[in-house]
């Protein structure tokens, strides 16, 4: 079992739509949990970041959290061609309290006028 | 302000060569991180900084990879005897002291033939 493990898609919607991403974690310690932006050629951008389980939202995006179950997904409304590119779900499992990140493979998200 | 930087973008060698890659974080991050990421894959933790020492080489493959960082800020990854699995783009990613945000780089993507 995977780390943290994504679904890879691609993930396909319709200009408009909601996209939703999910990801699992194994490590119950886990503290920090982060979704990465990455266009095809370029680094992981950082879009959202949750400590606390619930919702949490930032203009499109909303990052929700559930620890009981391990699962953090990312939701993007009102989808837009330019948001087509993987996502990367990353978790902070804070060994010795400082940030390693251990990443999943990635969604991809096609976004189709 | 500047973002962190990474030199070169790409870079080609020939199996068996030595190469360095180096990284500038973002001004007054003390905390500096390196990952690989391969085709289709997620970023994977190699080494962390804390200041001028590794606190966490646990990543690095091997031995022929070694990082350095001597003045607390610019940081080198070097590794020897280059093999066509080295092949991969290498992220430097930094952060502030007790944050937990990772901002990346944009990459060095290393090819060796």
Redesign the interface.
Known sequence: QKE?EQN?GPLSVPEGAIASLNCTYSDRGSQ?F?W?RQYSG?????IM?I?SNGDKEDGRFTAQLNKASQYVSLLIRDSQPSDSATY?C?V?RRP?G?????????TRLAVHP | GAGVSQTPSNKVTEKGKYVELRCDPISGHT?L?W?RQSL??????LI?F?GTGA??DSGLPNDRFFAVRPEGSVSTLKIQRTERGDSA?Y?CAS?QTG?????????TRLTVL
Not at chain 1, 98 to 106: E, R, S
Not at chain 2, 40 to 45: A, R, T
């Open positions: 943290v890879s920090s982060f990465y370029k680094s992981p951008e950082l970041s400590y990367l990353a902070n010795g400082y940030n390693k990140l251990i990443f999943g493979a990635g | 905390a991180y990952y289709g894959q997620g970023p994977e933790f962390y804390q606190a966490d783009v992220l952060s944050g937990d945000e990772q901002f990346f780089g944009p990459g």
